[in-house]
């Protein structure tokens, strides 16, 4: 059991890319820390700093109250599964999970006890003597986290280990991971691009873009007041919906907007009524599109300045699209004009690049 | 596939068996004149089926040898031959494995020079340097030795290039998984590296076997003792004798036992012959 | 194209190139650099003295009458061997590649001459051959034909390129059977619908597709016809009668066994050595433009 401390870490590549621009980071003894980002932020290529696959070029990687700045991947005490799962094509599902364990010299009984127990927690016990190509997707993931368990590491690192399975077994697996994360107690630090995976797993969640921590928080935190416009835009789906203010529209609709520039609304907190709203934002909307999900409807409408009839407030928003969430299946027609309306205690405003949350 | 009609079938039909004639022909007279009598095909008289001197003919070519001036008997040209092919192809695999396994999955300086100092070996046989190689085999002491019959032919890079390309395929993340399970160096070539890349070995050993086994030029210029000739150079000097004194049928009984175990590796073994011979070529 | 996932180590990467650099060294740049030294000197008759005479070893060997001979003379036989070894092979791996019964066995008992060396090839043929009790001979005396290529030149030859192409249809099958079933068979469908007749589709879709191929084991074929003939040659002919069957490689071998030019034998490796570096350049530049194509 170790927490992993991240201390400025930074990584620049020998051609001069900066990949990681100083990172910091706490996970906590037995926390679940999720790093998500678009491809290219650096969230893998700062696990793999942590695994030891890639060196530090600054900073201070701690894990369980050491450096391992210099320490080898394997006497790092961690352990890794891999988003193409890295299972040896030759050995045995057994002799996959053991073969890290030989290498330390283990007892050959010790080793049959750890790979039997983890084998059972996966419903793997049937397949041990079979080949990685025997098995399913599903079950190699399973494998390649078997091979994580057995080793009773310090650190569980996941690098998007389920980008490769399809929509249902994700799901699933998503699930299992979880609570067999609880249930061994033990740190883990998981890389995904998924922002559902991510808001579903995580008790600490960092949001990276171009190799910066953009927030870090527990998810529903980092959902409900998202720091900046890039992780108000990547958490939740569909996403939230960002609007550029203009000075003189602010004054008669947004209370206490001094500074704000842009302001965002998430789909699930419009209203379609007729009613104006105090302090809150109302759009006129034309609907142009409708996506029925079942549990719920998306409306999408655009807003237009020569269709002000609807809504003619002087607070009203520049033109652009803006996507509202209906519950169960009755929404508005396609064409049909409609108004939205969104209290003022679920906008969300920040500067006008995007970079700064203003106000609570 | 479009659906041939019947003329064109057999049409097809035909010509293979005419091309397989042709391919075989000469090798069914080598059969047929190894089982008969030297003095009718001395005369021009040979029949074309098989004769009864069969068991006659193959112990004195295997065990005895010609009558005339070499009097080796082919079976130990045939070990011989068998050893220079076993230590060329070994050889070859061993040092090539290892150094393309430096080449990809290590930095250091010189690395590019030393690929292409090894690369380049490509392009020249042994037969444009024949007699450069003869002197130094020589100054080293190494003529009529399984060392300078097969040294010379080990230096070549078409295995180093074709493990390499392999390793290229090999994911990144086996050798990180690797490392993360504790193995170094050593214990991931050996491990898992080289369980991987056997059926590449495999199909670059028959190739190699194949060719190590037909080698002629070279054997025939370093080895002058008779009991350290190869199987191909042993042929040549039985047929060196004026006409009228080669012994037909045991050249031939050495024609066939000299093709016997290159022809039997691949046609046993044809799935590793066409795929080492094609990964070779590229 | 570089691995990024490596090992960090010092010396262990050089010992593991050790033995191949060693080798290579030794037995290949050694002798190489030797023959390019030498071809430059010239050794007095009693090799007591050795001047250094540029480009002189080269220019008598062109200005020698025999050794261009021999250059023409490696040069058409290797086309003819190529050529009609190709056109034969072609022809067998079309039929082999319709789908009919037994393709494997009939696979199988074309591929095996590969592995037979090339010194009893020409064991084989020499015997099949032989002016006074080969088989054929008789059949071909019967016709009228005054056969004896231990004394006419040109048939000499003509069993040479005979025997050689024979070895290597094997080879030319397989490859042109490997190319004929990479072509995507829809291609060939969709020539059929469009009313190709056979023949047709063979000329204007199949061979155009193969060209890669053809050309290819146009470069393989001629590289083997230079080298691979040596056992051939030796077994059938040693170069005779006359210098009919004198190849370049051959020359170098027989210049070498008289032991006495030294410098002209070197120059004679060093243009070898040309030759083929040339020739694999041409080869390289093909694989180059296959990749990128």
């Known amino acids: 059991m170790a927490n992993v401390t991240l201390r400025s870490v930074r990584k620049t590549y020998p051609g001069g890319f900066e990949a990681i621009k100083g990172v910091d980071v706490d996970v906590g003894d037995g926390q679940f820390c999720v790093l998500v980002g678009p491809s290219g932020c650096g969230k893998s290529t700062l696990l793999r700093m942590v695994a030891g696959l890639e060196t530090i070029t600054g900073g201070e990687i701690d894990i369980g109250g050491r450096v391992v700045n210099q320490v080898e991947p394997a006497d790092r005490d961690i352990a890794m599964v891999f988003q193409n799962y890295a299972l040896y094509p030759h050995m045995s599902v057994y002799n996959n999970m053991a073969y890290g364990l030989r290498n330390r010299g283990m007892a050959e009984a010790e080793i049959r006890t750890r790979v039997e127990e983890a084998a059972r927690v996966l419903e793997l016990s049937p397949m041990l003597e079979r080949k990685p190509r025997q098995l399913s997707g599903g079950q190699r993931q399973r494998v390649a986290m078997g091979r994580a368990i057995v080793r009773q590491p310090k650190v569980f690192l996941f690098d998007e280990p389920l980008s490769n399975l399809d929509a249902k077994l994700r799901i699933a697996m998503r699930v299992e991971i979880r609570k067999l994360q609880r249930r061994l107690n033990t740190t883990s630090i998981y890389v995904t691009h998924d922002q559902l995976e991510a808001m579903t797993l995580a008790d600490i969640l960092v949001v990276m873009n171009g190799g910066q921590v953009e927030q870090i928080g527990n998810p529903l935190d980092i959902y409900q007041k998202p720091a900046t416009t890039f992780v108000a835009s990547f958490i939740g789906a569909p996403p939230m919906n960002l609007m550029p203010l203009r000075s003189d529209e602010l004054t008669s609709q947004i209370a206490g907007a001094d500074g704000a520039g842009i302001v965002g609304i998430r789909p699930e907190d419009f209203v379609i009524t007729g009613e104006t709203a105090s302090g809150g934002v109302a759009l006129g909307l034309t609907v142009e599109a409708i996506e029925h999900v079942g549990a719920e409807t998306f409306v999408y409408g655009s807003r237009r300045r020569e269709e002000q009839g609807v809504a003619a407030n002087p607070g009203e928003l520049p033109p652009g699209e803006v996507i509202v969430r209906v519950p169960g299946t009755t929404g508005p027609a396609i064409g049909e004009r409609i108004r939205a309306v969104a209290p003022r205690d679920k906008l969300h405003l920040f500067t006008a690049d995007g970079r700064k949350r203003v106000g609570p | 596939m479009v659906e041939e009609e019947g003329f064109q079938r057999y049409l097809a039909h035909a010509i293979l068996w005419i091309g397989i004639a042709i391919v075989a022909f000469p090798v069914y007279l080598a059969i047929v004149a190894s089982t008969q009598d030297n003095a009718v095909i001395a005369n021009g008289q040979m029949s074309l089926l098989p004769g009864g001197h069969f068991l006659e003919t193959y112990y004195q070519t295997l065990f005895v040898g010609t009558s005339g001036s070499t009097r080796e008997p082919v079976l130990n040209m045939m070990l011989n031959s068998l050893i220079m092919a076993l230590l060329i192809a070994v050889g070859k695999i061993a040092i090539s494995i290892i150094s393309a396994y430096a080449i990809v999955y290590f930095r250091f300086p010189f690395r590019m020079a030393i690929f292409w100092t090894i690369f380049i070996t490509l392009m020249l046989p042994v037969e444009v340097r024949i007699y450069p190689t003869y002197k130094i085999v020589a100054d080293l002491h190494l003529l009529d030795s399984y060392a300078g019959l097969s040294l010379p032919l080990i230096a070549s890079a078409t295995a180093t290039l074709l493990f390499r390309q392999f390793f290229m395929t090999v994911p990144d993340e086996l050798l990180e998984a690797s490392r993360i399970d504790g193995a170094g160096p050593f214990r991931f070539f050996w491990d898992t590296l080289l369980p991987l890349s056997r059926t590449n070995m495999a199909a670059l050993f028959v190739i190699l076997f194949i060719l190590g086994w037909n080698q002629y030029l070279w054997p025939l210029l370093i080895t002058t003792r008779d009991d350290m000739q190869t199987i191909q150079v042993g042929i040549r000097k039985m047929i060196t004798t004026t006409d009228a004194l080669t012994e037909w049928p045991v050249v031939m009984a050495t024609a066939l036992l000299a093709m016997l175990p290159p022809v039997f590796v691949v046609v046993v073994m044809q799935k590793l012959f066409v795929r080492g011979l094609v990964e070779t070529e590229k | ?293």
């Open chain 3, 1 to 293: 194209m570089q691995k990024q996932a490596i090992f960090q180590s010092k010396l262990l990467p050089y010992a593991l190139v050790a033995p191949q650099l060693a080798i290579v060294l030794i037995f290949f740049y050694w002798p190489a650099a030797q023959a390019v030294i030498q071809s430059f000197l010239l050794q007095d008759a009693f090799g007591l003295s050795t001047s250094f005479v540029w480009f002189e070893n080269y220019l008598e060997l062109f200005k020698d009458p025999a050794y261009f001979a021999a250059i023409v003379r490696t040069f058409a036989f290797s086309f003819a061997i190529a050529v009609s070894s190709l056109s034969f092979a072609l022809l067998l791996a079309v039929m082999a590649d319709k789908p009919l019964r037994g393709s494997t066995l009939y696979r199988t008992l074309l591929i095996w001459p590969y592995a037979v060396a090339p010194p009893v090839v020409g064991v084989l043929w020499v015997f099949m051959l032989h002016p006074s009790l080969g088989v054929l001979s008789r059949y071909l005396r019967a016709m009228g034909v005054d056969w004896n290529p231990l004394l006419d030149g040109d048939q000499a030859a003509a069993l040479i390129i005979l025997a050689a192409a024979w070895k290597q249809i094997s080879y030319n099958f397989l490859f042109f059977l490997a190319g004929l079933q990479s072509i995507p068979k829809s291609v060939i469908e969709a020539a059929a619908i469009d009313g190709a007749r056979p023949m047709r589709r063979f000329w204007t879709v199949i061979f155009p597709l193969l060209s890669p191929t053809i050309f290819f084991l146009l470069v393989i074929n001629i590289v083997y016809a230079f080298f691979d003939t040596f056992g051939i040659i030796d077994t059938m002919t040693r170069g005779g009668p006359g210098k009919a069957t004198e190849t370049l490689v051959y020359k170098v071998y027989t210049d070498g066994l008289l032991g006495g030019n030294l410098g002209s034998s070197a120059a004679q490796s060093v243009i070898l050595m040309v030759i083929v570096v040339v020739l694999t350049g041409i080869q390289f530049r093909f694989v180059e433009r296959k990749v990128t194509y």
